[in-house]
DNA sequence: ACACGGATACTA
DNA sequence: AGTATCCGTGTC
């Protein structure tokens, strides 16, 4: 039987809603997938770390695709990050996807990173997947990926979650601006996430 | 603690 | 062209 993919309109809501409720759910990508444990939220309007406020291509690139589609970048030279486009409810804007449970396919995710990271701590299952650049690793997310529909069924995109998740929420990491909105959501007790809630990591120094 | 590395959007 | 910044990771 197939599992159908989460529908463009589950894209279609408030960016805040859509990071919470994509905990959980299953991320596959050709035949490589893992749920859902940490997601990060970010508003195209008044939201300074938002790629929209200083980027007039991501704000082209808002306009010109559909709810659920892919939007990855190269960050730090090195490093692609997989965002939502959630667009059409009461504000537009991304959803980052920050770590995943890896459920299948791990021996090839360990194989595509292994690559970049020699030390086998740096792949062991709990952190394989531990972090936004790293689970674009493990599932060959690249730029030619940018602009992809989630939603087309392909094999490639969102399973809807079945049972309820305990959530935890949190501020968001890595960002000089807007550093203390709590908009990032945690798999309450997963040990599959980049940084626990209220870790030392938390934003960068003013 | 530090190096790695490139796209984007500024200044001129 | 040159500069500043950036939603990170692995090893020092």
């Not at 990173?113 to 030390?119: G, M, P």
């Not at 792949?123 to 972090?131: E, I, K, P």
């Amino acid at each position: 039987m197939r599992i159908e993919a989460l529908p463009h309109s589950f894209f279609e809501r408030d960016p805040l809603v859509c990071a919470r409720e994509l905990v959980g759910c299953e991320l596959v990508w050709n035949g490589c997938a893992g749920i859902v444990v940490e997601t990060e939220a970010y508003l195209a309007c008044g939201d300074e770390a938002c790629h929209t406020f200083m980027r007039p291509s991501a704000r082209a690139f808002i306009e010109q695709h559909s709810p659920g589609t892919a939007y990855v970048y190269l960050n730090y030279g090195m490093y692609w990050l997989l965002n939502v486009l959630v667009k059409g409810g009461s504000e537009d804007g991304f959803v980052l996807i920050r770590a995943i449970e890896p459920t299948r396919g791990i021996e090839l995710m360990q194989q595509r990173r292994q690559v970049r990271a020699k030390a086998p701590m740096s792949y062991s299952l709990h952190a394989l997947c531990s972090g936004p650049g790293k689970l674009t690793q493990a599932l060959g997310i690249d730029g030619s990926d940018h602009g992809r529909d989630l939603c087309a069924g392909s094999g490639i995109g969102f399973v809807p979650n079945t049972k309820p998740v305990k959530l935890t929420t949190d501020v968001r990491i890595g960002i000089s601006k807007a550093a203390h909105l709590p908009w990032r959501f945690l798999l309450r007790g997963s040990q599959f996430v980049s940084v626990q809630p209220g870790g030392k990591k938390r934003s960068k120094q003013p």
